[in-house]
Structure formats: C-alpha cells, structure tokens
T-cell receptor, first 115, second 119 residues
Framework: EAGVTQSPTHLIKTRGQQATLRCSPI?????VYWYQQALGLGLQFLLW???????NRGNFPPRFSGRQFPNYSSELNVNALELEDSALYLC??????????????FGPGTRLTVT | GDSVTQMEGPVTLSEEAFLTINCTYT??????LFWYVQYPGEGLQLLLK?????DKGSNKGFEATYRKETTSFHLEKGSVQVSDSAVYFC??????????????????FGQGTILTVHP
C-alpha cells in the first residue's frame, strides 16, 4: 500500500512569490493535515481538511491556505512568501471519525526555501 | 491553549544505557498522548500512544505512562541501541467537538529531542 506522497521534494522561491505544495493521502483516508517544521520551532499545526472542508486551522496568517480535492488529495498555498516561511512542510493523512483517535501517517515532506 | 514541553536535547548515550525523555503537557480538554519518532532520512512515525489516565503505551521496547496528576508522558527504554538514534517528539491531541461526535484531528507537538546512541 502506497504511503502519503508529497511533491515537490524541494522548492526554492523568492520573497513575495507564491508556493504550491501537494499531498496525496493513503488510499481510503479522507482527512489530510498540514504541519510546518521550521528549524528550532518543532512541528506546528497548519490546516486540517476532511471531505473537502476545512476542519481546523492553526495560528498562521491568511496567506497560508489550502484546499482538498474530490479525490482527497490536497494543496497548500503560501502567498507573499517571507524568509521565515522557509521550513519543511509535512502532510499527514488519516481516517476520519467521531469516536477516538485515528493514527496520522506522515509523508516525507516538502522543503521550502525562500531567498 | 494546548502545549507540550520536552526536555532539551540533544541526548547522547552509550548502547545498552537507560533512556528517559521527559514530556509534560497542558491541555484544555482530556487529550490523547503520543510519541512520534523521526529516523534519519525518514518521515515521522507513531511510536506509541495512550488515550486515558494510567494507560501505558509501549512499542519496540519503549514505554510511556499517561500521568494525569502530573500532566506527564515520559518516554523510557531500558536498553537503547544504536538503531534508536533519531528525533523523538511528544504530542497530544485534544478532542474537538464535531457534528455527530468528537474528533481528535489536530496534533500539538513538543520541540523534539535528538537522541544519539554510540556503540
């Protein structure tokens, strides 16, 4: 069974540009999560999508946005890039339910560098 | 809001040494607790979990007990191996009310602890 995949592996942008990161969840998973792993700051929750809807959002500015497609894949868009947006962006997927916790499976990440 | 605090690293041990990585948390609800591991060059993996007070999660010789009274979830292993060298993250998931029930979607992570084990 294929795991969570992310593309591209690396992305280099300049300040002010837009970045688009993509994620494909494990087959059968409807929930997709985005996390930012900036150097020295640990993992910060960004966004959670399920069935095409945004379920929760972390403490990030509106220029961080995303969407989930009917096939449950997801895009993360970062507008007006700033130097501090340089980080590893991790995507995770899980089943969705209203009882208990479903394990989140993580992808390998996209390394975004803003120059 | 929710937060997780891990002991600062890096931690360097000799093979067969005892490992403890401290983790404490604050949460608004009754969270589930987790340890994730990130091996060099690999993605984040769930190592173990505990969903209620006094639960002990265990996997690959690692253990952690959910201590509600001290809001802690310390990771332990009796005898580490070189292959345990990795970054370890403590995390929690607070229940989020949803239509039809409760979900545990968002993970709040600690800063991570780098463990290096020497032969």
């Amino acid at each position: 069974e294929a795991g969570v995949t992310q593309s591209p592996t690396h992305l280099i942008k300049t300040r002010g540009q837009q970045a688009t990161l993509r994620c494909s969840p494990i087959s059968g998973h409807t929930s997709v999560y985005w996390y930012q792993q900036a150097l020295g700051l640990g993992l910060q929750f960004l966004l959670w999508y399920d069935e095409g809807e945004e379920r929760n959002r972390g403490n990030f500015p509106p220029r961080f946005s995303g969407r989930q497609f009917p096939n449950y894949s997801s895009e993360l868009n970062v507008n007006a890039l700033e130097l501090e947006d340089s980080a590893l962006y991790l995507c995770a997927s899980s089943l969705f339910g209203t009882v208990g916790f479903y394990e989140q499976y993580f992808g390998p990440g996209t390394r975004l560098t803003v120059t | 809001g929710d937060s997780v605090t891990q002991m600062e690293g890096p931690v360097t041990l000799s093979e067969e040494a005892f490992l403890t990585i401290n983790c404490t948390y604050t949460a608004t609800g009754y969270p589930s607790l987790f340890w994730y591991v990130q091996y060099p060059g690999e993605g984040l993996q769930l190592l173990l979990k505990a969903t209620k007070a006094d639960d002990k999660g265990s996997n690959k010789g690692f253990e952690a007990t959910y201590r509600k009274e001290t809001t802690s979830f310390h990771l332990e292993k009796g005898s580490v191996q070189v292959s345990d060298s990795a970054v370890y993250f403590c995390a929690l998931s607070d229940p989020t009310p949803m239509a039809g029930g409760t979900s545990y979607g968002k993970l709040t992570f600690g800063q991570g602890t780098i463990l290096t084990v020497h032969p």
